[in-house]
């Protein structure tokens, strides 16, 4: 086969053989033009754009260097870099910087690309990888097609029959039935040739919508990522539709509707997602991508009961926790904590280049700040505690109230029996400016059965930027934000200690962060209160009074 361009772009001709050009004709639907645009809210960054052209290719957290663009269909980088690169996500790089130059660049590297079952991924990711390939081709078929020769539109458009019929056959899973329908979705709406089809695809992207996204607007799987990625796709799809005046299925519109102020619900002071059920990073440039093309702009929820998430919010303060039953949840009733753009509490976050170890280790309790028991295996390298895995019969409720002083949230979950065979109840009040954070983490035993003696820990892992100093007395941390204002930790029944930890949340490595630990004794302590209060610059006689008559702690 003829090299079909070099590394500068400088050569441009592809080789295509009768043969080739008799079995594309054949191969599936009349595709043959792009019929749609569906303009991608996805921003690229023409700096990236040019780092690709020189051979630099950083993808997924990792750094791949290539001399020229044959290589790149056979590269063998991590599997998270594959998976990525054969996905074609990174046409958005080459699409912003706008030169022909990298258009050319551009059409060189999918000219090569392998197809179909060619492409070289893990097998139970090839349908995902397809599926996102589809997606990225229509997304950026004008920046691809616009001046092509005829040589590269057969390519082109074999290409998109190929993936359109290997992506027919359903999924295995729920996250490839709703992939796989949106990339058949763009493809009857983007592409010529594909009408019969339309409102069968439309009808099972309405099905699989239904099936996944849930009432309050969140995602089956609880991560927050997953959300950003439904509407960064889905959102184009619609403002098309929209635009060429045709039916938008009411199925896909009231699933936009109900997850973009999830999206909201989901994000910190920051603009960045909050650390839960496996979300990589923060995601801020394409949230501000999908909050700008929100036109409802509706307010977010105070409580998702479907999700199985509970926010607080007052003053510039801002709790999230994670309610959901332990089954569900590696982080049950942990919360997040930020003022204003800065992050305070944090959990550790997935790390954004996919590793085992790692990610083993951060889906585990110890990572979150959350309380967690001693089990007979609990006790790793690091003498972590954690929670055992909860048995399908575990529960878990949160109860969230309003009054005039703020905010409370009641929550509680159950440990199987061959845990420790007890109910963890965390309260979590904040007041009305945002400036007092309190808590109580109790421990009683379920009924019925034995309670065995056991050590349990209550963390608070810290944002790398945060300043932690233990007091002169020892009885709380004073906490120095990157703006300079200070909030003091304190608690009643522990004393907190200050111990070293990581924070992974959108790093390609690991950064050093602290913890706040409390430890107690099953048996001989069942309750801990805690209490976050931001010093008042102004002085002592400013503090905040009040608010303490009706807690219940």
């Known amino acids: ?64 260097r290539l001399e020229n663009a044959w290589e790149l269909s056979r590269a063998d980088g991590p ?59 229509i997304s950026y078929g004008r920046m691809l097609t616009d001046n092509a020769t005829a040589e590269f539109l057969t390519v082109f458009f074999g290409h998109m029959r190929r993936e359109w019929r290997g992506l027919q056959a359903r999924g295995k899973t729920g996250d490839e039935k709703l992939d796989v329908a949106i990339a058949c979705a763009y ?22 919508l239904d099936q996944q996204i849930l009432p309050d607007g969140g995602h089956m799987s609880r991560n927050p990522a997953r959300l950003v990625g ?27 509707e109900r997850m973009t102020p999830m999206l909201r619900f989901f994000s910190h002071g920051d603009g960045g997602l909050a650390a839960f059920q496996g979300a990589a990073g923060p995601m801020m ?26 926010r607080l919010a007052h003053g510039p303060s ?32 997935e790390p954004l280049i996919v590793n085992h170890a790692w990610s083993r280790a951060t889906a585990e309790t110890p990572a979150h700040s959350t309380l967690g028991l001693a089990g007979d295996t609990g006790a790793g390298k690091r003498g972590h505690l954690r929670w055992r895995r909860s048995a399908p019969t575990s529960r878990a409720e949160a109860k969230l109230s309003v009054m005039g002083e703020g905010s409370i949230m009641r929550g509680w979950q159950d440990a199987p029996a061959a845990t420790c065979n007890v109910i963890h109840e965390r309260d979590i009040y904040l007041g009305k400016t945002g400036a007092d954070l309190r808590g109580e983490d109790r421990i009683r035993p379920l009924t019925g059965g ?74 001989r302590l069942d309750r801990i209160n805690w209490a976050f209060k931001r010093i008042d610059k102004r002085g002592p006689g400013h503090a905040e009074t009040g608010e303490t008559a009706s807690l219940p702690f």
């Open 450 to 523: 034995p309670t065995q003696e056991r050590r349990f820990c209550v963390r608070f892992h810290l944002h790398p930027s945060v300043k932690a100093t233990v007091s002169k007395d020892g009885e709380s941390v004073l906490l120095l934000l990157p703006n300079r204002n200070g909030w003091r930790f304190s608690a009643r029944g522990a004393q907190p200690l200050l111990e070293e930890s990581v924070y992974l949340f959108g790093q390609a490595v690991p950064r050093q962060s602290q913890q706040i630990v409390l430890t107690g004794q099953i048996g």
């Open 230 to 256: 439904l509407l960064l796709d889905l959102i184009p799809l619609r403002r098309a539709l929209w635009t060429s005046h045709r039916a938008i299925p009411p199925g896909l519109n009231a699933a936009i």
């Open 79 to 137: 599997p998270a870099w594959r998976r990525e690169f054969h996905s074609l996500t990174w046409l958005a790089h080459l699409e912003a910087d706008g030169r022909e130059l990298h258009r050319v660049f551009a059409r060189a590297l999918c000219a090569q690309l392998p197809t179909g079952k060619n492409i070289p991924v893990a097998a139970e990711e090839l349908l995902l990888t397809r599926a996102r390939r589809l997606i990225s081709l």
């Open 285 to 310: 440039a394409d949230i501000a991508s999908i909050l700008e093309a929100d036109t409802a702009a509706g307010s977010p929820l105070t409580q998702a009961p479907h999700t199985g998430y509970c």
């Open 1 to 64: 086969m003829q090299r079909v361009g070099s590394i500068d772009g400088t050569t441009t001709g592809l080789a295509a053989s009768p043969l080739s050009r008799l079995v594309a004709a054949f191969s599936g639907p009349d595709i043959a033009r792009l019929d749609l645009p569906i303009a991608p809210l996805r921003r690229g960054s023409p700096d990236i754009a040019r780092a690709f052209y020189r051979g630099r290719f950083n993808l997924a957290g990792a750094d791949v």
């Open 187 to 208: 493809a009857v709406t983007g592409l010529s040739g594909l009408g019969a089809y339309r409102d069968a695809t439309f009808a099972r992207l309405e099905a699989e």
């Open 318 to 349: 801002l709790i999230l926790a994670d309610c959901g039953t332990p089954v569900h949840s590696a982080s049950p009733l942990a919360f997040e904590f930020s003022d204003g753009a800065h992050r305070i509490v944090v959990n550790c976050g």
